[in-house]
């Protein structure tokens, strides 16, 4: 069974098997513009909700990726080293960040699904 | 990516059209002034040398077994073909000689050549810094006359005139409180505050040094809110605050009211009162930062001084303390007495504190600079300061005056040397800040500063100095109300293809940072 | 006051239209305790060129130029032939009275120039790729040795003891106050010190001068695999640019940074500043590099330009996590860096290198001749350290009233080091001549 989650700070999670992917939605690709730069976490990092993770990077500006929740970093996307700009055209497919080994998967039910996340964008409006 | 996309070898014919004259585009691709230049690494002349030399007298190398290297790589160029290539390049850019250059927070005035003919004057220009102190004295002299002049105009008893930036100075007075309150060592003090439009220098500095940057929200008059200042504090008996950093006047153009009541909660609180000189252009000779309660100040003498901003420097940042910082200063500096002028170049020469925290670089700081400001300073002397931040206090407001009915101002009142504008009045017409700075480039201007202060969403920060005439700031305020009419009449293609004179139209950053190409290879 | 260009009339017109009655109106939000109606005391008033000139060179006449006596200092700054053409380049106004190019179509001249400036770089310190410079090599160093903390995630720096003490007290002092250590060997006047040897798992990088503070030159290639082996990053400092003209670039002896001074090419003595820092790297680290970037791209209609690039590592996006705080650098010096070098080229650079060895050859067997006198250096460039027989700064001292510079004392850039005290760095350039080279050796015989 999957499970899609969003944060406040626009990552998104997938979950299937106690293994969560991370990315960054289409609104956050939006509103940082062409991305020229992905830093990933190395492999085996133990990471806490909120923490920062990754970073991404425009031309005018750097942001941080937060871990939307707690696990350890088992996968980081290799095709975002070379191609930045697949966060741009497929930020919710190819152009995952990392994948986490989920150690409190109850942090999940505090966050937005799908619905919860949309309404959250019009209310940022 | 190495491609000679310019002119040398396959000329790019110009898109017809693109100037009523020239339909079919040039031949080689230039236009009449305008001069395609390639790098000077695809104008090599093997074996050619711009520079006669003798001969080496034949001796064996005493290089101590090192091998001498083979080639490097570097092209061949005649004395005429790099004269050219310089000159060329000179004029695909915008300046100060050239035209207007309201960049806002930056002090773009006019640099006399007086300056520039005293600091090469040998006796300045060809003195080793290692020379023996007698051989010096004039030098010397000539610093401590500059040391005596920003005391002064400051109002504060000590200056440090090593520091090669403002940055360079930032560092400089962060350290000095740093070691002052490492010397009192009354309780641990990580924080620093610093209001959220500042200068990026302030957070990146005190960061650097190991703080902790705690950001002051502004009030809605653009000042910092001085509740929410109190709130950071804290308890005076107990903060672990060690400072504030805060320019003054601020990033929006406006004087802090309140800085005053902010110098004296610092104080109380045990933490100091640093304050980024960025726009001391504004108050110079009119008010002394020492009146409001500054401890540090770092002053920009390629800003206020008027020695050239020469592309992105050099600058030179001296940094004056108040006596309670006073003997935290770095190494060297100047002291006299009966016999002269000496350096104090460690913690226990004659004249040291004993307390001087170490060197911030090689030597005793940007002598050229020190020339150049003193030459200013003298030429204005403290009546011609007086007028000359009076005068760009003035024009300034005559801007403000002008332009308020055009462009949106997100603070009200009065405004000191640089005036702040957004572009919520373009709402709706798509067109933005950037897109008036782009536009006021083809209007043969340098763009004011664009999307800072941060705080302001779309800000233009204008600073147009005392040095213009009335007739320049008069057509200044025809094109920018003439590109306001035309943004709100609906013709945002025109603003979003601008530039389109220049040497160059947009450039793609992207690529730039997706794929960095920093330096020229061979093919 | 020739500078300000409004008249009285004008004045009042512009007040008029602000509707304020008078300047000190837009004043108001000054406190009124330190608003002041006038001129600061204490300070002259205006006064024309002419005065000022009369003032300011009544200054400089009280000082000795180096091109006036023979002279023969160095240890970090060297007096060199710059050719006519550099001053005069880098005073036209489009380069001059520009700044930082922010808005890259209308700032080609200087982004093209910086492109060429750290080809150059790269290319002479046989480094991959170069920034748009420092404020000087000292800081270049400090900036390099935190840029190897941030590299290895480490906090050791080890300096070698033929580092130029200015450059090692600025690195100490960031270590001080940014919060790592910076391990200072003994003054090593021969360069036999065991740098390899204090390498472990905590050292972030190792600090080396070449040649040395003391002219000593030696090949880096061991200490460079010594501290691979051990995961810490070669920094090779150069404060004399001209040796890249004959000696085995830092690059291709395994160094991971170069940081140096560029004063030797286009810039002038000064009193010692403004220079300009040299930075140079592997491009793997291009990230961690501190200051600004011009990178190579196209515009809108695909003709090549040039635009500042990688600013995200740059205070003025990155704020408290930026790479470094440095902002302005050294733009002009770097200009003058690069018309000369665009001068000399690949044959000028090295004959000028090689005349420079040749004459301190020269040198040091005139005052290898003077009885008591010995060349310590096996191996130099244009400078080394001659051992005398009684303590440097006096002669020196001695020699500057008899109008000859004749270098260094030891002392007065190791002044703690008083085993030191007999040494003296004499360097020599393309400026001196056989006359003045004998003008030293006669008076340093006659003042023994």
Not at chain 1, 61 to 84: F, I, K, Q, R, W
Not at chain 2, 332 to 353: I, K, M, Q, W, Y
Request: with cysteine; glycine share 10%; hydrophobic share 40%.
């Amino acid at each position: 069974m999957s499970i899609l989650r969003f944060t406040k700070d626009h990552e998104w999670i997938q979950v299937e098997d106690g293994i969560g992917t991370v990315g960054i939605t289409d609104y956050a690709q939006h509103a940082l513009g062409d991305l020229v730069f992905v830093e990933l976490p190395e492999l085996g990092r133990e990471v806490v909700q909120g923490g920062e993770v990754a970073v991404v990077e425009s031309v005018k500006a750097a942001s941080e990726v937060y871990a939307p929740v707690d696990g350890e970093v088992v996968e980081a996307n290799p095709g975002l080293t070379d191609e930045p700009a697949i966060v741009n055209t497929d930020p919710q497919g190819a152009g995952w960040f990392f994948k986490l080994r989920l150690s409190e998967p109850a942090q999940l039910d505090a966050l937005m699904d799908e619905d919860a996340y949309k309404s959250f964008l019009e209310g940022l409006e | 990516m190495n491609s000679q996309t310019t002119a040398k070898d396959a000329p790019a014919i110009e898109p017809a059209g693109t100037s009523p004259a020239t339909p079919l585009g040039t031949i080689s691709g230039n236009r009449g002034l305008r001069i395609e230049e390639p790098l000077i690494f695809e104008q090599d002349s093997p074996g050619h040398c711009g520079v006669d030399l003798p001969e080496p007298p034949a001796l064996a190398l005493r290089l101590g077994g090192v091998a001498p290297r083979g080639r490097i790589g570097l092209p061949g160029l005649a004395e005429p073909t790099v004269v050219r290539h310089y000159t060329r390049l000179s004029r695909n850019n915008y300046a100060i000689d050239a035209g207007f250059y309201p960049l806002g927070s930056c002090t773009m005035k006019h640099n006399p050549r007086i300056n520039e003919k005293l600091a090469r004057l040998p006796g300045f220009a060809d003195l080793h810094p290692l020379q023996p102190l007698s051989t010096v004295q004039g030098a010397l002299e000539l610093i401590d006359t500059l040391a005596h002049w920003l005391k002064t105009l400051t109002g504060m008893p000590a200056v440090a005139m090593s520091p090669a930036a403002g940055a360079h100075g930032e560092l400089c007075g962060m350290m000095a409180i740093r070691a002052a309150l490492d010397h009192r060592a009354d309780r641990p003090r990580k924080r620093v505050l610093v209001p959220e439009s500042a200068h990026g220098t302030n957070p990146a500095t005190a960061a650097a040094l190991g703080f902790t940057v705690d950001t002051i929200p502004a009030d809605a008059r653009g000042r910092v809110d001085l509740d929410a200042f109190k709130a950071k504090l804290g308890d005076p008996a107990t903060t672990d605050v060690a400072a504030i950093m805060l320019t003054n006047p601020n990033t929006c153009g406006l004087f802090e009211t309140d800085i005053i009541a902010i110098a004296e909660a610092i104080h109380q609180a045990g933490a100091f009162f640093y304050c980024d000189g960025a726009n001391f252009n504004a108050i110079v000779g009119r008010v002394r930062p020492a009146d409001l309660g500054v401890d540090v100040m770092h002053i920009n003498l390629h800003k206020t001084f008027s020695t050239p901003h020469g592309g992105g420097g050099p600058g030179s940042g001296p940094v004056v303390f108040s006596e309670a910082l006073a003997p935290f200063i770095p190494l060297p500096s100047v002291v006299h007495d009966r016999d002269g002028f000496h350096l104090v170049e460690t913690n226990d020469d004659d004249g040291a504190t004993g307390l001087a925290f170490g060197r911030m670089k090689a030597f005793h700081g940007q002598m050229g600079m020190f020339v150049r400001a003193l030459a200013y300073a003298m030429s204005h002397g403290a009546d011609g300061l007086f007028q000359a931040s009076s005068d760009a206090v003035l024009n300034a407001n005559y801007l403000l005056a002008r332009l308020g009915s055009d462009y949106s101002t997100p603070f009200e009142g009065p405004c000191m040397h640089e005036v702040l504008f957004d572009d919520r009045s373009l709402k709706g017409s798509g067109v933005t800040t950037l897109d008036i700075a782009k536009a006021l480039i083809d209007e043969g201007y340098h763009p004011m500063t664009v999307y800072f202060p941060l705080v302001v969403h779309g800000a233009m920060l204008i600073e147009p100095t005392e040095t213009e005439t009335r007739a320049a700031l008069d057509q200044f305020i025809a094109v920018m109300k003439g590109l306001a009419e035309r943004a709100k009449s609906g013709h945002a293609d025109y603003f979003h293809a601008a530039p389109t004179l220049t040497p160059r139209r947009r450039l793609d950053e992207t690529a730039a940072a997706r794929k960095p190409v920093l330096r020229w290879k061979a093919n | 006051m020739r500078y300000l260009p409004l008249t009285a009339a004008d004045r009042a017109a512009m007040l008029g239209a602000i509707g304020a009655s008078s300047v000190d109106e837009l004043y108001c939000d000054v406190p009124v305790s330190a608003r002041r109606s006038g001129a600061i005391p204490g300070l002259p008033g205006f006064q024309g060129e002419l005065e000022v000139e009369r003032a300011i060179a009544a200054m400089a006449a009280k000082n000795v130029p180096a091109g006036s006596v023979p002279f023969f200092l160095g240890a970090g700054a060297y007096r060199h032939h710059v050719p006519t053409t550099v001053d005069h380049l880098i005073q036209r106004g489009e380069f001059l009275t520009s700044y930082t190019p922010y808005q890259p179509e209308i700032s080609q001249g200087t982004l093209q120039y910086l492109f060429e400036f750290q080809t150059q770089v790269a290319l002479i310190t046989g480094m991959e790729i170069a920034n748009a410079s420092m404020y000087d090599g000292a800081t270049a160093c400090a900036e390099a040795v935190m840029m190897a903390n941030r590299v290895t995630k480490r906090s050791r720096a080890v300096l070698s003891g033929g580092l130029h003490p200015h450059y090692r007290d600025t690195t100490r002092t960031d270590a001080r106050f940014v919060g790592f250590e910076a391990v200072a060997c003994a003054p090593d006047p021969l360069g036999t010190e065991d740098l390899a040897g204090l390498i472990d798992q905590t050292t972030s990088c190792v600090v080396v001068q070449n040649p040395s503070v003391f002219g000593q030159v030696r090949d880096l290639s061991a200490l460079a695999a010594a501290c691979r082996a051990k995961g810490a990053l070669l920094i090779v400092v150069v404060t004399e640019a001209v040796s890249l003209g004959l000696l085995t670039p830092p690059g291709e002896m395994g160094a991971d940074i170069v940081a140096a001074e560029g004063q030797s090419l286009g810039n002038a003595l000064n009193f010692g500043g403004p220079y300009v820092g040299l930075f140079a790297a592997k491009e793997k680290y291009v990230r961690q590099i501190p200051g600004r970037l011009t990178g190579e791209t196209l515009d809108a209609d695909g003709k090549r330009g040039w635009v500042l690039t990688l600013s995200t590592r740059e205070q003025h996006i990155r704020r408290e996590k930026a790479t470094s705080n440095i902002c302005t650098n050294s733009g002009l010096c770097a200009l003058a860096f690069t018309i000369h070098l665009s001068l000399l080229g690949e044959a000028g650079f090295a004959r000028l290198a090689r005349l420079n060895h040749a004459f301190a050859v020269q040198l040091a067997e005139k005052l290898s001749a003077i009885k008591h006198v010995e060349v310590v250096n096996d191996g130099f460039f244009n400078e080394f350290t001659v051992r005398l027989p009684r303590r440097a700064h006096k002669l020196v001292n001695k020699l500057a009233k008899r109008g000859v510079l004749a270098g260094v004392p030891v002392s007065r850039l190791f002044p703690e080091a008083k085993d030191l005290d007999d040494l003296l760095l004499v360097a020599a350039t393309e400026t001196n001549t056989v006359a003045e080279m004998d003008a030293l050796c006669t008076a340093l015989e006659e003042a023994l």
